[in-house]
């Protein structure tokens, strides 16, 4: 198979380094933004789309997250 340059083949990657900059990263709850591009703050998807909360407020609603409420209810 061959791959266009740019592709996610050919870069090892799955998005395009200018595409992953551009995207900054903020807290859905409280709004801290990140401070790199792929934090390793709590990820929820919730009807079909990504939901990042940092981590003081991934602490503070534990118990909803593990319960699968949505971020609506809390």
């Not at 900054?24 to 998807?45: K, N």
């Amino acid at each position: 198979m061959t791959s266009l340059p740019g592709d996610s083949d050919s870069s090892g990657t799955t998005e395009r380094p200018d595409t992953a900059q551009a995207q900054r990263i903020a807290c859905a709850r409280c709004g801290t933004p990140a401070d790199g591009p792929q934090p390793t703050w709590t990820c929820s998807v919730e009807n079909g789309s990504r939901h990042y909360f940092c981590d003081n407020c991934a602490r503070a609603h534990l118990r909803a997250i593990e319960g699968r409420l949505d971020s609506a209810w809390w």
